[in-house]
């Protein structure tokens, strides 16, 4: 018999302003300089897939976009490839949700990563569009370490959602 590796803990509801938060936290990790280096993830994609999947009725294609025109203004880069990027992740993430969140945590990742390895390739095809040349293959490890990043975000992020772990004898569940 194969061991679960998922928790029997009851979640509470998120509630949407820490949804709001971690989004803009992500969003202020991608504004710092080493974003840029080689390995670093995109930190607004993660965040945004991780939480498209969780909470696909809260968070979708609307924050994909804001938050993609946010990194695009950011960044000075072509107008929307970010947007698209984060749109497309988004939608992915929203219309997987069901089977990404069946697996448990390591097999979750390797959902995960085609994800983030289209957000990067969408942006790295607006690039070469526009011009720009070719960064390196350095620039395709980002996906490879949020993918790593996966299973420690979901339990920093699904943190606040758990319940104390004391028995009330007077409480069914």
Do not use: K
Request: hydrophobic share 55%; proline share 8%.
């Amino acid at each position: 018999m194969q061991p679960t590796f998922s928790s029997s803990r009851i979640l509470l509801p998120v509630r949407p302003w820490f949804i709001a938060l971690s989004l803009l936290g992500a969003l202020l990790l991608n504004f710092l300089p080493s974003a840029h280096w080689p390995g670093v993830p995109d930190w607004v994609a993660l965040v945004l897939v991780f939480w498209s999947v969780r909470e696909h009725r809260r968070v979708g294609m609307g924050w994909g976009f804001l938050l993609g025109l946010a990194m695009d203004v950011a960044d000075a880069s072509l107008l929307g490839q970010h947007a698209l990027a984060y749109v497309l992740a988004a939608y992915g993430g929203s219309a997987l949700a069901r089977r990404i969140l069946w697996f448990p945590l390591g097999q979750q990742a390797l959902h995960i990563l085609p994800l983030l390895l289209l957000v990067q390739l969408i942006q790295l095809g607006a690039r070469l569009l526009a011009g720009a040349d070719f960064p390196g293959i350095g620039y395709l490890v980002g996906p490879l370490v949020g993918t790593v990043l996966w299973v420690p975000l979901t339990y920093v992020l699904l943190l606040p959602q758990y319940q104390p772990v004391d028995r009330d004898a007077n409480r069914p569940i």
